[in-house]
């Protein structure tokens, strides 16, 4: 009977953990994610008056920003590869919220107290056996 319900059963699938790779490829699938409503309302407000101009006022917008632009690039070209990329590291953490911040708090505070009293309690125990024993 044991055997019959052994064979019906179906075998257990087990997940591995993801790898570092895998890890990394969802971060950069989230980043690619459409921007939030309100920055593509931010952008579009911004963009409203310029799409109203016509083509040719268009170009003077263009020749206006052109030197911010190549500020920019320069900015870009001069800064070292280090900050570059640690700015990029910094947009793919995922920040805890609120409640988790509180909570990761709390253990903090609690691991700190345990531990200093058992520190103390050790500090006692070790003070009183070295009196006894050693001053003697």
């Known amino acids: 009977m044991a055997e019959q319900n052994a064979k019906r059963r179906n075998p257990r699938i087990r997940k591995s953990a993801p ?16 921007k939030s409503r309100r920055v593509r309302n ?14 040719s006022d268009r170009k003077v917008v263009k020749i206006i920003t052109y030197p911010f632009r190549m500020i920019g690039k ?7 590869k280090y900050f570059i990329n640690s700015w990029r590291e910094l947009r793919l953490v995922v920040w805890p919220s609120r409640k988790e911040t509180w909570r990761l708090t709390l253990a903090v505070f609690v691991f700190a107290t345990v531990f200093g009293a ?16 050693i001053l003697k």
Do not use: C, H, N
């Open 118 to 133: 058992l520190v103390a309690v050790v500090d006692k125990g070790l003070d009183q056996i070295f009196k006894q024993v």
């Open 74 to 80: 320069g900015l870009y070209k001069i800064t070292p």
């Open 42 to 55: 931010v952008a579009s407000s911004v963009a409203k008056p310029v799409r109203k101009l016509k083509l």
């Open 19 to 34: 790898t570092v790779r895998e890890r990394q490829e969802a971060v950069l699938a989230e980043a690619e994610k459409p």
